[in-house]
T-cell receptor
Framework: AQSVTQPDIHITVSEGASLELRCNYS??????LFWYVQSPGQGLQLLLK??????LVQGIKGFEAEFKRSQSSFNLRKPSVHWSDAAEYFC??????????FGKGTRLSVIA | DTGVSQDPRHKITKRGQNVTFRCDPI?????LYWYRQTLGQGPEFLTY????????KSRLLSDRFSAERPKGSFSTLEIQRTEQGDSAMYLC??????????????FGPGTRLTVT
């Protein structure tokens, strides 16, 4: 069965510092990969997606993610974090044309 | 494009009562998904529709749960005889086959259910 692992439950970074959130997936082929962000009590907003092609994808709000097939990873990065980035981040895979499988999420806290 | 809407946003009910949630997808999106999210977890798939047809149901969808999409537009999710374990955020999403073959899903704000 497909699965997604986000090893970090909670990360705290200083405002202006760089950020990397980890995501590993388990699937036999290259799945379709997504990062979503969720603010408290809200739904999910798509940050970026990877389907094929260039392994470095750009998203909204200055985020980017890199797909590494050899490591089965799709890590999310941002060079300079803003206080408004504090939220829960979810990595998800769609193994084909099927419903999404989500990781458990990483909660990001931003300190001054 | 007004986005995916869900109603109500919050619902508090007593154990044993029935509840019904509504989801209005983005117009012209023919796929509609229901997910459940408990505290500290990622969303888990419940069921999805393509037009009026319910194509897949997860094992999480016990026989107390039923979902409909009668005219291929809005959908309802009903939970009968609610239990405290049903307390969660219920998320709805929709997608269009014209956008990345339907793989990109747009989520609503969710309905938070509290069973007392």
């Amino acid at each position: 069965a497909q699965s997604v692992t986000q090893p970090d439950i909670h990360i705290t970074v200083s405002e202006g510092a760089s950020l990397e959130l980890r995501c590993n997936y388990s699937y036999g082929a290259t799945p379709y990969l997504f990062w979503y962000v969720q603010s408290p009590g809200q739904g999910l907003q798509l940050l970026l997606k990877y389907f094929s092609g260039d392994t470095l994808v750009q998203g909204i709000k200055g985020f980017e993610a890199e797909f590494k097939r050899s490591q089965s990873s799709f890590n999310l990065r941002k060079p300079s974090v803003h206080w408004s980035d504090a939220a829960e981040y979810f990595c998800a895979v769609a193994p084909g044309n099927t419903p999404l499988v989500f990781g458990k999420g990483t909660r990001l806290s931003v300190i001054a | 494009d007004t986005g995916v809407s869900q109603d109500p946003r919050h619902k508090i009910t007593k154990r044993g009562q029935n509840v019904t949630f509504r989801c209005d997808p983005i117009s012209e999106h023919n796929r509609l998904y229901w997910y459940r999210q408990t505290l500290g977890q990622g969303p888990e798939f419940l069921t999805y529709f393509q037009n009026e047809a319910q194509l897949e149901k997860s094992r999480l969808l016990s026989d107390r749960f039923s979902a409909e999409r009668p005219k291929g537009s809005f959908s309802t999710l009903e939970i009968q005889r609610t239990e405290q374990g049903d307390s969660a955020m219920y998320l709805c999403a929709s997608s269009s086959p014209l956008l990345d073959r339907g793989r990109e899903q747009y989520f609503g704000p969710g309905t938070r259910l509290t069973v007392t």
